[in-house]
């Protein structure tokens, strides 16, 4: 393979290039390949995608797909941390020098962005907002059906805006409508709140009167960002009403698919499916277990009468599941019908 240089081939093992596709693809399915078939890719080699084979050195056997996706997401988490990190250090730094400018106020009071590190701090700087709302608060709350715990920890905070008169509307996954739990928080919140679903929402998000806004700054939401830029607050704003324009009212039933057999998760499942992802990912962007999601791939299939993933991968494109599913104001143009039992 001399002669051949990474940067024909400037990519990573998340994204191949067509040619290191077929080869890591027809490795994967027979065990191995030939030294010859992959001169032309020697990204894979360097990627550590393909090795010799040790009972015979003409030929080279794949690094299985589970092993790279590990590499792969471990690598993503060192990025990340290392980035909040930097963010902590850069805020600190920030908070520092506006002292020096002779300003009587603590080196956070009045921040644009402030670092809140530990539950005590975020819930103390949560209830501050709270008292001081007057207006309007906008949520979204990530993950699957909600924990009573998790309702029960902010539900003084939410009875004590309803006292006030202030208008809650809270985003949530489509899972979560399957909690009894969140009906009966909404049933106590009454006229106050409003919640709407989608298949994906993005992470944890509160918006107070559109000028405070709370963001997580970790994987364990131990630490949170506080931010009274007003940029920045009235792009998380825009954020949150194109989703909400977006979403299904939590009283009325989710859209029929149009294809029989098809729950609307399933059809949720297919697209992020189409575009790559692993079991594990798409039940973490859908809110759901791994388990769960396996077993509606496992019905997907059926359906569709794919006997392998990638038989289902071409099904899913004939079906034309590989896209997302038809917004609201598309579903309007037909009645929608009764949600599926098993869609739950």
């Given at each position: ?65 589970q092993e790279v996706m590990t590499r ?8 990340v941390s290392a980035t909040q990190s ?150 998380l704003v825009t954020v949150f009403e ?103």
């Open positions: 393979m001399a002669g051949h240089r990474t940067e024909a081939h400037p990519h990573g093992a998340d994204r191949l290039c067509d040619a290191g596709d077929r080869v890591y693809s027809r490795a994967v399915r027979r065990g191995r390949v030939s030294r010859q078939d992959a001169e032309s890719v020697p990204c894979l080699v360097e990627l550590a995608l393909l090795h010799p084979d040790p009972d015979d050195m003409g030929w080279l056997v794949p690094t299985s797909p792969l997401l471990r690598d993503m988490h060192e990025r930097r963010m902590g250090e850069a805020v600190s730094a920030f908070e520092w020098y506006a002292t020096l400018a002779g300003n009587a106020r603590s080196p956070s009071e009045g921040a644009a962005i402030r670092v809140l590190d530990g539950l005590p701090r975020i819930r103390a700087a949560m209830d501050e907002a709270t008292e001081a709302c007057t207006s309007e608060v906008l949520a979204v709350q990530p993950g699957g059906i909600r924990r009573e715990d998790e309702l029960t920890e902010g539900l003084h905070r939410a009875l004590a805006l309803c006292r006030r008169g202030v208008r809650m509307r809270d985003l949530y996954t489509h899972v979560a409508r399957h909690g009894q739990g969140l009906r009966n928080y909404m049933e106590l919140m009454g006229d106050s709140a409003e919640a709407r679903t989608l298949d994906e929402v993005t992470e944890r998000l509160i918006v107070f009167d559109r000028t405070v806004a709370f963001i997580p700054a970790s994987t364990d939401r131990t630490i949170a960002l506080e931010l009274r830029h007003p940029a920045l607050v009235d792009y194109r989703f909400w324009r977006l979403a299904i009212p939590l009283t009325a039933p989710l859209p029929d698919t149009g294809i029989e057999g098809i729950t609307h998760r399933e059809r949720s499942i297919a697209a992020l499916l189409a575009e790559g992802h692993q079991d594990a990912v798409v039940a973490e962007r859908l809110g759901i277990s791994v388990r769960t999601c396996r077993a509606h791939i496992a019905r997907l299939s059926e359906t569709l009468g794919a006997a392998s993933r990638t038989q289902l991968g071409v099904r899913i494109a004939q079906a034309g599941l590989d896209g997302p599913p038809r917004s609201p104001q598309l579903q309007a143009l037909s009645a929608p019908g009764p949600e599926s039992p098993t869609d739950r």
